[in-house]
């Protein structure tokens, strides 16, 4: 169920014609709402004189909740003072229960991320190890994503690097396969992953399938957190190899024991076989920071740092509500959900939350907020790494400030720009052309607002056309959608590059961007870059030192990271299927057959006829083709 005020309030309260209302008059209109208004648990909904979505609540009691609203302006605080003035309408939905009404306030934030409530700006999924158990050597590898093949899925872990660096630890300790199955199946010989001692080679029958799934059985233990009982079993087979006088083996088992206590006196924590997530927030200068430490099993497998969006004015406990709904709320949270979460302050609606990822998850969650000893400790941490991470956030605005500044000095510009935008074209040789576009405001970069393009229909080399259709691409498509403009537009190259992302701009009938190319020097060296201006005839060379330079070097190096990056990505995908896609019989799935049945188009190359006959769907005659086709300049 759904009520709405009529639009027509003024954003500033004051008379725009005939027809319209003031401020005041949206008071009047709310209280008028307020006397239907259900003391039932929901979602309410603030909107502007357009319809833009401003705020989303939760209330356990929607009457009461609305009508705090309309308290005098001088006793609200100053960001729902400035939202107040703008809205003109309110939406509200039922619910039948507190725990649905939290729910859609996650899903409604996530979707709309209006602009008075704090939002998380990183979305992305934990990772987790996969575990390929079923096969009769099953490999170790990072996954992100929806957890819907088949094995074992441990985590989740805090970040990739985290994963990378449990699974580096895996291959000294039981020296698992984590290659693809396609190099796995068509190796004759052993990899330098065996050479290094960071794999047992059973692509080459180096290690017995039984022996092997010991190891794999051992090292699920080990992630699971049963590190005491891997030791235990190693030290007894070990003493049992001494004594057959197999010392060769007894040694072997020795280093893992002793690799084994050194990782447990790291690594493992005093909660436990706990599984904990420590949630702690720190707030300053209009800043958040939210630190979370993931504890599972006992063991802690590192840290991440979240830099929710829209938190000015907002307090600690009302940064660790929102995130708590905004993260946990999630729909494949379910078993990654810890047994408890543990909290720097106390938050609103605790109970409900505790209620509703019990809920989800299918036992109990416990959300807590008062702890002592090693939990108090381990909170104290989080919050003190929270404080830490944010005082660097902070210093790191107030550097990339002053850089805004000294660029808007040097460009001569009249103010400081809020958004620099830069592209870049990258290809070898006129192949795979690519061109990139990031974004950079005085908080950061934006990496959400990154774009990359593949450039086609031009002349292979066309550096100057690649970069026109990239621009025209971008703008195009942000004066469509009404997004954001750059007040600096950065072209890497020279002015040619900048006259033809100008005249873009000039179709498209944008303007107020300033346009900038960045060539590098002769000697290609930091520091000796040439910024050519419109309408200038010279270059402006700016000093070594200077914080405009170290601005521009900062946003072009991105650019150029981005744009490489995804050329590579293009080139080596056209190349794999390039010579294939030209042999008539050969379709999408024959082609994708082939490459995971040999392990890419090299393996393809040294394959026989008789071996590529071998392939189901490939006929004799038609491996004869693939053959020819694929030796047809040898």
Not at 322 to 346: I, K, M, N, R
Request: charged share 25%; with cysteine; net charge positive.
């Amino acid at each position: 169920m759904a009520k709405r005020l009529p639009a027509g309030v003024e954003a500033d309260g004051e008379s725009s014609g005939p027809g319209s209302v003031n401020a005041g008059s949206a008071r009047v209109g709310l209280a008028g709402l307020l006397r239907d208004l259900t003391p039932r648990p929901g979602v309410y909904r603030m909107l502007d004189t357009s319809g833009v979505l401003l705020y989303v609540g939760k209330a356990r009691n929607l009457r009461k909740r609305v009508s705090s609203y309309l308290r005098s302006p001088e006793s609200l605080p100053v960001k729902t003072r400035a939202m107040m003035a703008q809205v003109a309408s309110v939406e509200v939905t039922v619910t039948a229960t507190e725990g649905e009404a939290l729910l859609l306030e996650s899903n409604l934030i996530k979707a709309h991320r209006p602009r008075y409530n704090v939002v998380l700006r990183d979305d992305k999924s934990y990772p987790y190890i996969h575990v390929s158990v079923g096969e009769p050597f099953p490999r170790l590898t990072l996954h992100r994503g929806a957890r819907n093949r088949g094995g074992r899925y441990l985590g989740p872990y805090p970040s990739a690097g985290a994963v990378r660096e449990t699974l580096g630890l895996l291959e000294k300790l039981f020296q698992l396969r984590q290659c693809e199955d396609a190099f796995f199946r068509n190796r004759s010989r052993p990899c330098l992953q065996h050479q290094i001692q960071r794999c047992s080679a059973p692509c080459v029958g180096y290690i017995a399938l039984e022996a092997y799934a010991e190891d794999v059985r051992h090292a699920l233990m080990f992630l699971e957190g049963q590190t005491g009982e891997v030791i235990g079993e190693l030290v007894r087979r070990m003493e049992l190899a001494s004594r057959s006088l197999d010392f060769e083996r007894a040694v072997r088992y020795r280093d893992q024991i002793a690799q084994l206590r050194r990782v447990s006196e790291h690594q493992y924590v005093t909660v436990g076989a706990a599984s904990v997530d420590v949630v702690a927030a720190a707030c300053r200068h209009g800043v958040a920071c939210v630190q979370v430490f993931v504890v599972r099993n006992g063991r802690h497998l590192g840290n991440r740092t979240f830099f929710p969006e829209h938190a000015e004015s907002a307090d600690e406990p009302t940064v660790l509500r929102a995130f708590l709904v905004q993260h946990y709320l999630t729909s494949d949270a379910g078993e990654a959900l810890p047994a408890e979460v543990l909290l720097s302050q106390d938050v609103d609606d605790r109970g409900a939350l505790t209620q509703l990822l019990s809920e989800r998850a299918g036992r109990s969650v416990k959300v807590r907020a008062s702890v002592r000893a090693e939990r108090a400790r381990w909170v104290a941490m989080a919050l003190e790494n929270a404080r830490l991470a944010l005082a660097q956030r902070l210093a790191t605005r107030g550097d990339l400030q002053t850089r805004f500044e000294a660029l808007a000095e040097a460009l001569g510009l009249q103010e400081v720009p809020g958004r620099i935008e830069c592209f870049d074209v990258s290809h070898s040789r006129g192949e795979a052309t690519v061109a990139s576009c990031v974004a950079f405001e005085r908080d950061g970069p934006h990496p959400s607002d990154y774009r990359r393009f593949n450039i086609r229909g031009i002349a292979p080399g066309d550096d100057y056309g690649a970069m026109r259709q990239a621009v025209e691409r971008r703008y195009a498509r942000v004066r469509a959608e009404e997004g954001k403009l750059p007040d600096v537009l950065l072209i890497d190259g020279g002015r040619g590059q900048a006259a033809e992302a100008e005249r873009a701009l000039g179709e498209l009938q944008v303007t107020g961007v300033t346009v900038v190319g960045v060539a590098k020097g002769t000697s290609r060296k930091p520091g000796m870059e040439s910024l050519f201006l419109p309408g200038s005839e010279g270059a402006l060379i700016l000093p070594a030192d200077s914080p405009a330079l170290h601005l521009v070097q900062q946003v072009r190096d991105e650019a150029h990271r981005f744009a490489i990056t995804a050329h590579r990505q293009r080139r080596a995908s056209r190349r794999n299927t390039s010579v294939l896609e030209s042999i008539p019989g050969i379709g999408p799935v024959r082609r994708r057959l082939l490459l995971t049945e040999f392990g890419g188009l090299r393996g393809l190359e040294r394959a026989g006829v008789q071996d590529l006959a071998h392939v189901p769907g490939i006929s004799a005659q038609l491996a004869r083709k693939i053959y020819d086709a694929l030796h047809a300049d040898r």
